[in-house]
C-alpha cells in the first residue's frame, strides 16, 4: 500500500516516540523505572514531571515550590521537602500558616506524637478520647495545647514586635524551632531547615494557621481585654512589602542565580499555588517592569479542572496569565502529590548521590574539575542559593528597575 505524500508528513509531524515499556525484572534502579516503565496515560504524566524537575536541577534553574495541605503534620516534610532544601534544589517555597504550626509539635513534645488513625473512624469516639485527626494521622488533644503555649511565648519574644513579612516571621519561628528540635534531639523539620539554609519561606494566608490564632490572642489581650503583658505586642504582618519581596526575589532569580530561569513544583493548590505564581503579572501588570516567566512548571492536583479554582488551573491556563513562558515545558499530573513527591525525589536524591560518590572516589572532592568533564554534575551538586539574606540586594534591583516605570505607573492613578 503507497502512502500518501502528505499523510507521511502529518505523521512524522504527530507520531512521537514509541509508546513502548521495558519489562520489569526487580533490578531496575528507580531512574529507570520513572523513565523506561510508564509508556503512556497517567503514568507517562508521571514520566513526564520527574523528567522536568530532573531537567531543572540538571540545568541549575532557581525552583520555586507551593505546598498545600499539612506537609509538617503528616511528616513529609522530612521525607523530601527538608533533603530538597539541603541539596538546594529549592530555592523560595510558600505553605500556608498551618505547616509552621504543626512544624513545632514534635520539638514542643521532644518525641513523634502523632499516629495512625482510622480515616473511616468514628469522629465522635476520638473527641471523647481527646483525638484531633487529620485524615489518617491523629494525636492526642495536648500537643495542640502544648503547641499553643510555645507560640505564645515565643511570639512575645522582642524580634516579633515589629512588622515582618511572611519569610521575616517564619525566619525568626525556625530558629527557636531549631533550637528546641537540637536541644531535644529531634530531626530537622522544614522551618529549622528553611532557617538554617536561607529558604525563604513565604504565607500567602497568614491569618489561616494556628500560629497566628495565638498572635491574634495577644493582640485581643492586649488592646480589648485590657490585659498587660510584660511588653507591648506590635507583631505586624507586612503584606505589601511581603508581595513585594517575592517579586523582588524572581526578578533577582532571572538575572543573578544559576541559568538565569525559573521553574516551579506546585503540590497541590490553593492561596499557595496562586502566590507561587502571582510575581511575574505582578511584575508587569502591576509594576510594569519587564520580566521572562517560568520556563519549568510541574504541578500535582486532585482537582477537576472544569471547578474554576485555583487548584485546578493548568500550568497551560498561568500563560494567558502572563505567568508561564509560551513556550514553557509542563505538566499538570492528576494525582495527589504525596503518592509520588517521594518516589521522585529518591530517584533525584540517588542520583545526585552517585555525583557525590564519584566526587570523592574519582576526582577527591575537586568540584570544578568534575563540573568541567560531567557539566551535569554541577546543577545536581549546587550550593543552596540562600536567597533569604539575599532579599533586601534583590528588592532594590527591582526598586531601580520600577523607577523607570513610575510614569506608566501614575498613569493608573485615576480613573474617570
Request: aromatic fraction near 10%; include cysteine.
Amino acid at each position: 500500500m503507497t502512502i500518501d505524500e502528505n499523510v507521511q508528513k502529518l505523521r512524522e509531524q504527530h507520531l512521537g516516540k514509541f509508546a513502548q515499556g521495558i519489562e520489569i525484572t526487580g533490578r531496575e534502579d528507580i531512574q529507570s523505572v520513572l523513565e523506561n516503565c510508564h509508556p503512556a496515560f497517567g503514568g507517562k504524566l508521571l514520566r513526564k514531571a520527574y523528567q522536568l524537575i530532573r531537567e531543572a536541577i540538571h540545568d541549575n534553574y532557581t525552583i520555586f515550590a507551593s505546598v498545600a495541605g499539612p506537609i509538617t503534620a503528616s511528616d513529609y516534610s522530612r521525607v523530601w521537602m527538608v533533603p530538597f532544601i539541603k541539596s538546594g534544589y529549592i530555592s523560595a517555597f510558600v505553605a500556608s500558616d498551618a505547616i509552621s504550626y504543626h512544624d513545632a509539635h514534635d520539638a514542643v513534645e521532644g518525641k513523634r506524637d502523632i499516629h495512625d488513625v482510622d480515616m473511616h473512624g468514628d469522629d465522635t469516639i476520638y473527641k471523647e478520647a481527646g483525638i484531633i485527626r487529620i485524615t489518617d494521622i491523629g494525636f492526642p488533644e495536648e500537643v495542640l495545647f502544648n503547641t499553643d503555649k510555645f507560640m505564645t511565648s515565643l511570639l512575645q519574644k522582642p524580634e516579633f514586635q515589629c512588622k515582618l513579612t511572611t519569610t521575616e516571621y517564619r525566619n525568626h519561628l525556625g530558629k527557636y524551632i531549631q533550637d528546641l528540635e537540637q536541644r531535644k534531639n529531634i530531626p530537622q523539620g522544614l522551618l529549622a531547615a528553611a532557617y538554617e539554609y536561607d529558604v525563604p519561606a513565604f504565607c500567602a494566608s497568614p491569618a489561616d494557621g494556628s500560629t497566628f490564632l495565638n498572635a491574634m490572642k495577644l493582640q485581643v489581650m492586649q488592646t480589648r481585654l485590657g490585659e498587660k503583658l510584660k511588653d507591648k505586642f506590635k507583631l505586624e504582618i507586612d503584606l505589601y512589602k511581603d508581595v513585594y519581596e517575592a517579586c523582588a526575589l524572581h526578578k533577582w532569580g532571572q538575572e543573578k542565580e544559576g541559568n538565569r530561569e525559573l521553574a516551579y513544583i506546585v503540590c497541590g493548590g490553593g492561596a499557595s499555588k496562586n502566590y507561587l505564581l502571582q510575581p511575574e503579572p505582578a511584575l508587569e501588570q502591576i509594576l510594569f517592569v519587564q520580566t521572562k516567566k517560568y520556563k519549568i512548571g510541574v504541578q500535582f492536583t486532585t482537582a477537576p479542572e472544569t471547578d474554576g479554582s485555583l487548584s485546578s488551573a493548568t500550568p497551560t491556563e498561568a500563560i494567558s496569565w502572563g505567568k508561564l513562558d509560551e513556550d514553557a515545558k509542563t505538566v499538570s499530573v492528576p494525582i495527589d502529590y504525596t503518592m509520588v513527591m517521594s518516589i521522585i525525589a529518591h530517584a533525584i536524591l540517588k542520583e545526585r548521590a552517585l555525583y557525590e560518590d564519584s566526587l570523592n572516589d574519582n576526582y577527591k572532592g575537586d568540584k570544578e574539575k568534575m563540573f568541567a568533564e560531567i557539566p551535569a554534575s554541577r546543577g545536581f551538586l549546587r550550593e543552596p542559593q540562600r536567597l533569604y539574606k539575599k532579599r533586601e540586594l534583590a528588592m532594590e534591583l527591582l526598586d531601580s528597575e520600577a523607577r523607570k516605570a513610575l510614569p506608566q505607573m501614575r498613569e493608573t492613578l485615576y480613573f474617570e
